[in-house]
């Protein structure tokens, strides 16, 4: 892909933003997305292939998000975040008659390579306008279904995003800003339930805290992350692999405060 991108103009600045995404696994380049793009300059180009669905009628897009960047990829539910949080300001279809390498008709496996690479460097490139990547489409994307954090009383509901897989922190969509409806303090207990398919996995209570040396090792904690979203962990230990959590659309979390005394 790299080869087929510095084909088009050696003069382009390709960077890997990661090669670590689970095979199959559409929600989390959705998250890796949504994680990512907003620290980039505007006009950036991403090439994003996480596609199970590749040569069947799945469409090929680039979407041009309201902040000015740019998204070459299946339209799979890889979209879902980033659509939310940056908004749509432009969608396309690639042309594949006139946007795909030259010679590659036959291969129906590898549009990473064929369609996606090649759409992204010439678009970045400045050989083609977005105008020039194929029909508008209508401001919609295939989304995946989740849980969106809300504010529910003196609970608030929301999804485990994404685990912080070297140390096992499990990471949720609940903002900074929301938490802070329910009033927390350093040293709170925030009480914890974990569900998989609507099935409780794990209940217990952790505290707010800055940072994970306040408590002992081995012990749980509820923190914010570098995201500003409440996270969990444990002091040197691993909060996933302990209490068998996982993360994506199908998990789900409710938080509560037990407010110190």
Do not use: C
């Not at 041009?64 to 740019?70: A, D, L, V």
């Not at 999804?159 to 802070?180: A, E, P, R, V, Y």
């Not at 040197?236 to 959590?245: K, L, T, V, W």
């Amino acid at each position: 892909m790299k080869g087929v991108a510095a084909g088009v103009s050696a003069d382009l600045k390709l960077y890997d933003l990661t090669h670590e995404i689970p095979a199959y696994n559409i929600w989390e380049a959705a998250y890796r997305l949504q994680q990512t793009v907003p620290y980039w300059p505007a006009g950036t180009v991403f090439v994003s292939v996480i596609d199970p669905g590749v040569g069947t009628n799945r469409k090929s897009v680039v979407l041009k998000t309201n902040s000015g960047h740019f998204i070459v990829t299946p339209d799979n539910g890889t979209l879902t975040l980033v659509a939310e949080s940056l908004g749509i300001a432009e969608i396309r279809e690639i042309d594949e008659a006139v946007n795909r390498r030259k010679n590659s008709e036959g291969s129906y496996t590898f549009h990473g390579r064929d369609v996606y690479a090649y759409t992204g460097a010439r678009l970045a490139s400045g050989a083609i306008s977005f105008d020039q990547v194929g029909p508008l489409l209508p401001k919609k994307v295939v989304s995946i279904p989740y849980q969106h954090a809300v504010l529910e009383g003196k609970k608030i509901k929301g999804n485990i995003s994404i685990l912080d897989i070297q140390f096992g922190n499990i990471w949720t969509n609940i903002s900074d800003s929301l938490f802070k409806k329910l009033d927390p303090k350093f040293g709170d207990m925030v009480h914890v339930i974990i569900y998989h398919n609507n099935k409780i996995i794990y209940q217990g209570d952790a505290p707010y805290s800055q940072t994970f040396g306040e408590v002992a090792k081995g012990n749980p904690l509820s923190y914010m992350n570098s995201l500003m979203h409440l996270s969990f962990a444990l002091n040197m230990g691993s909060f996933a692999n302990r209490y068998h959590i996982s993360s994506g659309n199908d998990w789900s979390v409710e938080v509560s405060i037990n407010h110190k005394k």
